[in-house]
């Protein structure tokens, strides 16, 4: 069974770093744009980051400078660097994948259950 299975969540304080994982597990034959998604309570899912095969990396404006989205192709592995964390980056994030399960497959998008990132004093 194909999954996305997020970790790295938990508490910060303002001002501190947490670096998210996003493994992609079972029988994959290719996967394409990756990305970080997250949601507050009370708030539609935004993105968060993006990045293609080749390392085009796309940011929300509020998270320019301060996280960094990268990836591993070889083990289908997606990071998200945090720095610089503020409450108002608390939120549940969640992982995103556009992947073909055999090379006849069509290409289908699946998300991860998400981690928790929380930002307080």
């Known amino acids: 069974q194909v999954q996305l299975v997020e970790s790295g969540g938990g508490l910060v304080q303002p001002g501190g770093s947490l670096t998210l994982s996003c493994a992609a597990s079972?029988?994959?034959?290719?996967?394409?744009?990756m990305g970080w998604y997250r949601q507050a309570p009370g708030k539609q899912r935004e993105l968060v980051a993006s990045?293609?095969?080749?390392?085009?990396?796309n940011y929300a404006t509020s998270v320019k400078g301060r996280f960094t989205i990268s990836r591993d192709n070889a083990k289908n592995t997606l990071y998200l660097q945090m720095n610089s964390l503020k409450p108002e980056d608390t939120a549940l994030y969640y992982c995103?994948?556009?992947?073909?399960?055999?090379?006849?497959?069509?290409?289908?998008?699946?998300w991860g259950r998400g981690t928790q990132v929380t930002v307080s004093s």
């Open positions: 990045i293609t095969t080749v390392g085009t990396t």
């Open positions: 995103n994948g556009n992947l073909r399960r055999t090379f006849r497959s069509q290409w289908e998008v699946l």
């Open positions: 079972g029988s994959i034959f290719s996967v394409a744009t």
